[in-house]
């Protein structure tokens, strides 16, 4: 995530974990012709039983549901990086604003990692602006010159691009946000919600030490610096 604003009649966080885009795009590849990422699924894949896209959506339930205190994107050394995790994809975030932040955390073995480089989310206040196109297009401008870098271990991941999720596609949800929520709005459920970004979703790391790190940088982010110095336990 990165900057956070807050606009009436509509919800827009930017930046790292939040807003932040790709102008030019590499064209759509198969897989096949992608793999250059070995550890990172295909971003046409449907791994877990989601889309990149769904993850998409499920990665900001995710965020906006663990209360601001203990949110894993306010966070500044791991300690919160267990909570709200469940099933075999665990989420990690980025900031919640400009800066850098090196994170501790365990992770049990099995799970695929979903995180995003640099994303994007807008949702209409509750009674107002229903119309998708309008949060489509909110996102879309959110994700507008921008740039990012991933290292898994220390070996760079090529072709982010590939792994972009276009706001202007992806499926719309409800995000339900509760009372002391990190946005700082009123809890209530915000619907219709359109986010989009670059995201990677590692299959599981082998039990041991690993290091993630990501970079990410829009004209409403100066800088996103991320690194989970991760330990997955068997």
């Known amino acids: 995530m990165g900057n956070i604003r807050l606009y009436w009649r509509r919800v827009v966080v930017a930046a790292g974990v939040l807003a932040l885009s790709m102008i030019a795009l590499l064209p759509a590849q198969s897989a096949s012709a992608t793999n250059k990422n070995p550890t990172v699924l295909p971003p046409n894949s449907a791994a877990f039983g989601a889309t990149y896209a769904e993850w998409n959506n499920r990665w900001w339930q995710w965020a906006a549901s663990v209360p601001a205190d203990r949110n ?3 966070d500044t050394t791991g300690e919160h990086c267990a909570e709200g995790q469940s099933g075999r994809v ?3 975030a980025g900031t919640a604003g400009t800066g850098s ?3 501790t955390c365990t992770v049990p073995a099995g799970r ?3 995180f995003p480089i640099v994303n994007s ?3 209409a206040d509750p009674g107002t602006d229903k119309d998708p196109a309008i949060q489509r297009q909110c996102a879309s401008d959110s994700l ?3 740039s990012g870098t991933a290292e898994i271990d220390g ?3 090529q072709n982010l691009s590939n792994y972009f999720v276009d706001p202007n596609t992806s499926p719309t949800f409800s995000l339900n946000l509760p009372p002391n929520n990190y946005f700082g709005a009123p809890p209530d459920t915000y619907t219709p919600a359109v986010a989009g970004g670059i995201y990677l979703l590692l299959a599981p790391l082998t039990p041991g030490k690993h290091l993630i790190e990501f970079h990410g940088s829009s004209a409403a982010a100066t800088s996103i610096d991320v690194t989970y110095q991760l330990t997955v336990k068997a």
């Open 72 to 74: 894993p994107v306010t």
């Open 90 to 92: 665990w989420f990690l």
């Open 101 to 103: 932040v090196t994170r």
């Open 112 to 114: 695929a990692l979903f």
């Open 121 to 123: 989310l807008c949702a």
């Open 144 to 146: 507008k010159n921008a």
């Open 155 to 157: 070996t760079a991941v």
